[in-house]
C-alpha cells in the first residue's frame, strides 16, 4: 500500500526532495593524484575534504524540523568520493536520505522526469544553468 494512501485519501503523494551537490555546497573538494609502483606507475585518484560547518548545521536542521522532506546529497565526481562522504557523515551522526555518485550529463538528463524535486542546490554557475527552474544559488560554504 502506498504510503501516502490512507484514511480514504486516494491521492498519491510523494515526499518532498532537496537535493544538495556535495562539493558545491557542503564541502570544498580537492582532487589529488597519487602515482604508485616504481617501474609500473598507476595513478590512483584520492579526494581531501574540507568540509563547512555551516552547511552542515543546516542540513541537520532543516532534518529535523521537516522530516517529512527527503535530503539527498549527490556527487559529480566520483563514486569513491561518495563512499568516503558517507563514512565521514554517518560517523558525525548527519541525518541524510541518500548519498550518491552521477555524472552530470546523466544527472540534468534525468532530473525533469524525477518527482517531487523541490530545489539542487549547488553553487557552480556552470551546472546551475543547466538545472533549470529547480536550480538554487548558494555561496560555497555559506548557508543554503
Do not use: C
Amino acid at each position: 500500500m502506498n504510503p501516502g494512501v490512507q484514511n480514504g485519501d486516494l491521492e498519491a503523494s510523494f515526499p518532498e526532495r532537496l537535493i544538495i551537490v556535495l562539493e558545491g555546497v557542503l564541502a570544498l573538494v580537492v582532487q589529488e593524484r597519487q602515482h604508485t609502483g616504481r617501474f609500473r606507475r598507476t595513478d590512483t585518484i584520492t579526494y581531501h575534504i574540507m568540509w563547512h560547518e555551516v552547511p552542515i548545521k543546516r542540513f541537520i536542521v532543516t532534518k529535523e524540523r521537516y522530516p517529512h522532506y527527503e535530503l539527498e546529497i549527490v556527487t559529480f565526481l566520483g563514486e569513491s568520493l561518495a563512499d568516503q562522504a558517507a563514512q565521514y557523515l554517518q560517523r558525525m551522526n548527519v541525518p541524510y536520505d541518500s548519498i550518491n555518485y552521477e555524472s552530470i550529463d546523466d544527472f540534468v538528463m534525468m532530473l525533469p522526469y524525477q518527482r517531487n524535486v523541490r530545489a539542487v542546490y549547488d553553487s557552480d554557475p556552470e551546472n546551475l544553468h543547466r538545472f533549470g527552474q529547480v536550480g538554487v544559488a548558494v555561496v560555497r560554504g555559506e548557508d543554503w
